[in-house]
């Protein structure tokens, strides 16, 4: 039966009493929450188009600064695409279905992007997590691209993001056996950002969101695209780019306050312009 309640939950939670976030930066970080628990919130097309077109409305809207986005429940931040959905696929209907080019768009969205996951994250779940900046992980969190296990292979980017994140060597084993990594290899391995307490790893993630919602927002979406750059392009078009990019922030509001709040011993105030 279809899903007829939303899939994807939107939440603008105020800063932590102890964070170091100014209250002014409440509506500055988006939670994002993935919302079908009892099929461990498995990425069903439609879940997918709406998580693409909430990603997107808050990349247009110029107060939110940081999006953390989550799994609902504890099992699970997303134990991969809908395999209900997949099995009676062919070849021909996957292509004509043109339902892939939503991860080409998730790919697209310039706010900085953490994954806060719980449970595991297979499969797709596995490739959204990675499609996002960072990754806070719950210690018994658990990361694996299982798809050989149901005859076919990664298909969202797991060969591509997998293999530039921990090598080719660990990602032949992962992806050639199907077997999972725990959050502490997965640390060991560069995958994810941090490790935390199951029972705070929303709260670590909505920190280090808020966080990063107080920097300069033009030089934290031009970062972002720089450091992409540098797994997606040769060396030195990656530097060009670099360069270019920060010889263009010189023109910004931003930057001239940033430097002039530095001479003169006070807080910066970041405009975004
Ligand atoms: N798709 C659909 N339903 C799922 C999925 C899934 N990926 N994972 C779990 N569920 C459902 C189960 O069918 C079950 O539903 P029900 O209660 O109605 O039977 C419910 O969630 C709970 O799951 P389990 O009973 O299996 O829970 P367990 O604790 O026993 O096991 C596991 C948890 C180990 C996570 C197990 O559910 C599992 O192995 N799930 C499948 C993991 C997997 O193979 N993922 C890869 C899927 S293929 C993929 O992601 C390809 C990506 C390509 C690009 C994306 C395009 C959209």
Request: include cysteine; aromatic fraction near 4%.
């Amino acid at each position: 039966m279809p899903d007829l309640a939303p899939l994807v939950r939107l939440a603008f939670p105020a800063p932590a009493p102890a964070s170091a976030a100014p209250a002014s930066t409440l509506g500055a970080v988006a939670l994002v929450t993935l919302d079908r628990p009892a099929a461990l919130n498995a990425l069903s097309f439609d879940l997918l188009d709406e998580l693409v077109e909430t990603l997107e409305r808050l990349d247009r809207d110029a107060a939110c600064r940081a999006i953390v986005i989550t799994g609902s429940g504890s099992r699970a931040f997303a134990a991969g695409a809908d395999i209900r959905e997949l099995e009676p696929q062919t070849s021909a209907s996957l292509t004509a279905g043109g339902r892939f080019g939503v991860w080409d768009r998730l790919a697209m969205i310039g706010l900085p992007l953490i994954a806060a996951v719980r449970g595991v994250a297979l499969g797709g779940g596995c490739e959204l997590a990675m499609t996002c900046d960072m990754i806070v992980a719950a210690e018994d969190a658990s990361f694996g691209q299982p798809e050989i296990l149901l005859g076919v292979m990664p298909g969202a980017g797991g060969t591509q993001r997998l293999t530039r994140a921990i090598g080719k060597a660990r990602a032949m084993e992962l992806i050639l056996t199907g077997r999972s990594m725990s959050a502490t290899e997965a640390l060991r391995r560069g995958l994810v950002t941090r490790v935390v307490p199951a029972e705070a790893t929303l709260d670590v993630a909505l920190e280090l969101a808020a966080e990063v919602a107080t920097m300069p927002p033009l030089a934290v979406r031009a970062a972002k695209a720089a450091i992409l750059d540098a797994s997606d392009r040769p060396l030195a078009d990656g530097l060009a780019r670099e360069r270019a990019t920060f010889f263009g922030l010189f023109d910004t509001d931003d930057q001239a306050e940033g430097m002039a709040a530095f001479t003169q011993k006070r807080p910066p105030v970041w405009s975004g312009h």
